[in-house]
């Protein structure tokens, strides 16, 4: 049996709060709920990360994303809302099964995300960008 907490929680071998899924996604509350209205989206078949990810799960992860987004914006009424998946423990990963956090949002509800920009010069990100674009060919 999977060692890991949301292969289990997919299963149904510990409970969770569902409130979606399909074929390749479940949704269900994050249990730490930073604001109400906080759903995990995550894939049923056990990816640890976007790396992980096949082209069928990413499309259905953003469908199942963009679907509970509006339900959320309808019936939470927030002010914002924050898509946020973090790959890895330097990033913030803690549960290593691939989940999106759609998370209402609202000023001065504490959670901050520090955004310290060095805005290097052009020729920076050419070099940057070639590197990507090999990547991609
Ligand atoms: P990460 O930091 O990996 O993006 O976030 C993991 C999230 O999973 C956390 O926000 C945490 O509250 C949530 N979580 C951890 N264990 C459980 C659980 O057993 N059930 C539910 N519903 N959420 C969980
Ligand atoms: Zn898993």
Known sequence: MSECIFCKLVAGQIPATRIYEDEHT???????Q?????VLVAVKKHAANLYELDEVQAAAIARACRKIASVLKKTFDPEGLS????NGKAAGQTVFHYHVHLLPRHAGDG????????????????EYAAKIRAGLA
Request: glycine share 6%.
């Open 26 to 32: 479940l949704a269900f509350m994050d249990i730490g």
């Open 83 to 86: 898509v946020y998946q973090a």
């Open 34 to 38: 930073v604001n109400p209205g906080h």
């Open 111 to 126: 959670m901050e995300l520090v955004w310290p920009v060095k805005n290097p010069p052009r020729e920076k990100l050419e």
